[in-house]
T-cell receptor, first 115, second 115 residues
C-alpha cells in the first residue's frame, strides 16, 4: 500500500518568506510526527498529533513554527519568516497509534533551503 | 534523561567483511532501542527493535543487535556486508514523555561498502 508522502520534495525560499510543508500519512494511522534533520545530524523531534490534537508542542524551535492536522489525515507544518538556520530536511512519520509497540513509518522528507 | 551516542560518524568496510556500528545509550529506566536505516533519497526504515524481550535482536537484511545492559550498548552487526548496505544508520532510544514514547535519535553513522 501507499506509504507516507510529503510535498514538496525540495523547497528553496528567500529569508523572511513563509513556507508550508505537507504530509500525507498512511491511511488509518492516528498518530503523526514531524522531525527536523539538520545536515550531518540525527532527527530532532518537533511535534506530534494524536488525531487532530497536538498534546506535545515542546519540540517546536520558535513561535515561527506551527502545525495543524485535519482529522486523521493531512498535516501541514508552517514556518513563518524563514531564517537560514531553518534549512534542513523535514521528515514526517505516522503510526497506527502512539506508544512504543507501534512502528513509525517515515516519509522521504522535504529538503528546505533558505537563501 | 534519555540519550544515545553513536561512536563513529563514518564506517568503511569491504564487501563480504563484517559490519560493526557502535551505539551507547543513557536511560533512567529500562529503554526500548531501535536501529533505523536511511538510504539516499528514501525514507527511514526500521531495521530492528529491542523492547525488553530477548537481548539478541534479529532484524531485516541480516542485521542483528545485542542489548548489553552492563555496558549500556546496543551495537549493530552484520556478518558479511553487501554493496546495498551502504546508507546512514541511526540508533534510537525512546523517552516516555507527555503520554507517548518520543524517539531520541543519535547523530548517525554513514556506512560505506567498497568492492
Amino acid at each position: 500500500g501507499a506509504g507516507v508522502s510529503q510535498s514538496p520534495s525540495n523547497k528553496v525560499t528567500e529569508k523572511g518568506k513563509d513556507v508550508e510543508l505537507r504530509c500525507d500519512p498512511i491511511s488509518g494511522h492516528t498518530a503523526l510526527y514531524w522531525y527536523r534533520q539538520r545536515l550531518g545530524q540525527g532527527l530532532e523531534f518537533l511535534i506530534y498529533f494524536q488525531g487532530n490534537s497536538a498534546p506535545d508542542k515542546s519540540g517546536l524551535p520558535s513561535d515561527r513554527f506551527s502545525a495543524e492536522r485535519t482529522g486523521e489525515s493531512v498535516s501541514t507544518l508552517t514556518i513563518q519568516r524563514t531564517q537560514q538556520e531553518d534549512s534542513a530536511v523535514y521528515l514526517c512519520a505516522s503510526s497506527l497509534s502512539i506508544g512504543e509497540s507501534y512502528e513509525q513509518y517515515f516519509g522521504p522528507g522535504t529538503r528546505l533551503t533558505v537563501t | 534523561a534519555q540519550s544515545v551516542t553513536q561512536l563513529d560518524s563514518h564506517v568503511s568496510v569491504s564487501e563480504g567483511t563484517p559490519v560493526l556500528l557502535r551505539c551507547n545509550y543513557s536511560s533512567s529506566y529500562s529503554p526500548s532501542l531501535f536501529w533505523y536505516v536511511q538510504h539516499p533519497n528514501k525514507g527511514l526504515q526500521l531495521l530492528l527493535k529491542y523492547t525488553s524481550a530477548a537481548t539478541l535482536v534479529k532484524g531485516i537484511n541480516g542485521f542483528e543487535a545485542e542489548f548489553k545492559k552492563s555496558e549500556t550498548s546496543f551495537h549493530l552487526t552484520k556478518p558479511s556486508a553487501h554493496m546495498s548496505d551502504a546508507a546512514e544508520y541511526f540508533c534510537v532510544v525512546t523517552l516516555f514523555s507527555g503520554g507517548y514514547n518520543k524517539l531520541i535519535f543519535g547523530a548517525g553513522t554513514r556506512l560505506a561498502v567498497h568492492p
